[in-house]
């Protein structure tokens, strides 16, 4: 009988040929928050204050109360979220079915074109581009934006935010619209602090992202960070929210699981590797 499939999980976990990645944002009064326009309701900033370290107020113990909105850090937006997802069932954190926290992962490295332009917007033509180096998306898939906008540490330039409003990248409506019709993916995912870009409210829909993709049932995650050391294809990602009854969303830790690249064999083989699935190809001795 073969190994079952979990024992074969823990055995490559134990043993480095799966590698985890932490996707996620330190939670601290210091990140930065969602910032509406002053007559809307705002999101809570992240606060924590001690209750007790081993001191009076309890002597044998450590621990923290905190605050935040659920939109606050490396968060999960829900279909609730967003008036398009209002009416669907199993649309909030505590009715999701579980099976759709766990699925694979596509990165999309757009750190060339978001460093010229902080406006930048995905479009199908890149999406297409994408899939002819690296094969179609699947179905079910994050579509991770990789942009090293998480590399930003100071909030100033995280938000980016000038008179015209904020700055950062994020997909085009036709994208979106292509990702959920054409390629049925579960979710958005972007380093910055909205699954949509900062200037989405001109684009229409206004923010397509959130419209689209939570009308339709798919979910979101944002103020993602080590993107740079996910493959293209092949990573699984792991992205529970808190049950949160009928909640919209909330903080949570994302990981990733990596298939680790054997090192190439001797002898003559070079080994290359593509989507997680090794090809070898032998070098032909020449003759004298």
Partial sequence: MSEPVLS??????????????????TLSPDFPQIV?????????????????????????????NFSCSEHTGTHFDAPIHWISGRHLPDNSTDT??????????????????SADNADFLLTVDFI??????????????????????????????YQNIDETGQHTPGPDSEAVQFLVDERQVLGFGSEAIGTDAGQAFHLKPPYPCHYFMH??????????????LLPPTGAVIIAAPLKIKEGSGSPL???ALVPEMPSPPKGGEARKWTSGKSRVVRAKKKRR
């Avoid at 999980?9 to 134990?14: N, S, T, Y």
């Avoid at 999701?96 to 074109?113: G, H, K, M, S, Y």
């Avoid at 899939?131 to 330039?157: C, F, N, Q, Y």
């Avoid at 944002?222 to 740079?228: E, G, I, R, S, Y």
């Fill in 8 to 25: 074969q999980l823990i055995g490559a976990l134990a043993g480095g040929g799966v590698r985890v990645v932490d996707l996620t944002q």
């Fill in 36 to 64: 509406l326009p002053p007559e809307m309701g705002q999101a809570w900033p992240f606060r924590i204050e001690e209750a007790s370290r081993y001191d009076a107020r309890g002597p044998g113990w450590y621990w923290n």
């Fill in 96 to 113: 999701i079915p579980v099976q759709n926290f766990i699925a694979p992962a596509c990165v999309l490295d757009c750190t060339r074109e």
């Fill in 128 to 157: 297409k581009n994408w899939e002819r180096r690296h094969g179609r998306i699947p179905i079910g898939s994050w579509v991770l934006m990789r942009t090293d906008w998480s590399k930003r540490t100071d909030p100033v330039a």
């Fill in 215 to 228: 009308g339709s049932g798919r979910l979101g995650l944002q103020c993602l960070t080590n993107l740079d």
């Fill in 253 to 255: 830790r994302v990981l």
